[in-house]
């Protein structure tokens, strides 16, 4: 079984390197092969972990994409998942640290799933629910529930890149009005889901048949941790956790 994880990086080289050596690690213990693709958004590059069972890859981007042009970054990730040969791609943050067994759950629970449309599967369970006007979460098992909604981090087999690099509008600039986040994650959701939004009207609007089904783990396969965002500098993680304990 091999997996293909990509993660993008910004000037967080001491994360980055506890998370890549968690790779290595949950690599051997579950017997599985990882190619690890790492993206350095305009930072100097900084050292990759490695293993017998990971082959890592820099790919040093000459440009600092940050949030209002993050789009950019995660259309290249796509990308190079699009042309990786692997059985499951997963898309990670540089400041995760992995449960116990990542890999061993993570396709665990996507065999779980009896669904032929399903598109994505998020690692991350958080305070969020119905997000970008999704429906109500249904439990599907003990360990998935069908969101209708994605966020970036997640796990998905070749259909998503494939359906993302098949269309050049997938990912746009997000609004001048967004401030609170890339836009990224909404704009995977409403084009998986065969929706637009009209920055106009702030409307969505049917464009297409519904590409397939989203879901997410009922208990997180990663800690997100409680430190400051590089690209939400402004959002203290302290103060999201503290909303989610009300």
């Given at each position: 079984m091999t997996f293909h994880v990509v993660i993008n990086t910004y000037k967080r080289p001491e994360m980055l390197d506890r998370l890549t050596k968690q790779i290595c690690l949950e690599a051997s213990k579950s017997n599985v092969d990882v190619i690890l693709d790492v993206f350095f958004d305009g930072c100097d590059p900084y050292p990759i972990s490695s293993?017998?069972?990971?082959?890592?890859?820099?790919r040093n981007m000459v440009s600092h994409r940050g949030k209002k042009k993050y789009y950019e970054l995660v259309k290249m990730n796509f990308e190079v998942m699009r042309d990786t040969e692997a059985d499951y791609h997963i898309k990670l943050d540089d400041d995760?640290?992995?449960?116990?067994?990542?890999?061993?759950?993570?396709?665990?629970?996507?065999q779980s799933i009896r669904d032929d449309s399903k598109m994505t599967l998020m690692l991350l369970?958080?305070?969020?629910?119905?997000?970008?006007?999704?429906?109500?979460?249904?439990?599907m098992n003990k360990?998935?529930?069908?969101?209708?909604?994605?966020?970036?981090?997640?796990?998905?087999?070749?259909?998503?890149?494939?359906?993302?690099?098949?269309?050049?509008?997938?990912?746009?600039?997000?609004?001048d009005w967004l401030t609170t986040s890339s836009g990224v994650g909404r704009q995977l959701t409403r084009n998986i889901r065969g929706f637009k939004y009209d920055d106009d009207t702030m409307t969505t609007y049917t464009i297409s048949q519904r590409c397939g089904n989203?879901?997410?783990?009922a208990t997180s396969l990663v800690n997100h941790g409680n430190h400051q965002s590089?690209?939400?500098?402004?959002?203290?993680?302290?103060?999201?956790?503290?909303?989610?304990?009300?």
């Open positions: 293993g017998d069972r990971v082959v890592s890859r820099a995760l640290v992995l449960k116990n067994d990542f890999f061993k759950h993570c396709a665990e629970y996507w369970r958080d305070h969020r629910e119905k997000m970008w006007g999704s429906d109500k979460p249904v439990m360990d998935v529930i069908r969101t209708d909604w994605c966020d970036l981090i997640f796990m998905c087999d070749d259909k998503l890149p494939e359906l993302v690099c098949s269309r050049d509008d997938f990912f746009m600039p997000p609004p989203m879901y997410q783990v590089m690209m939400n500098p402004e959002r203290n993680i302290t103060h999201i956790n503290a909303l989610k304990e009300r």
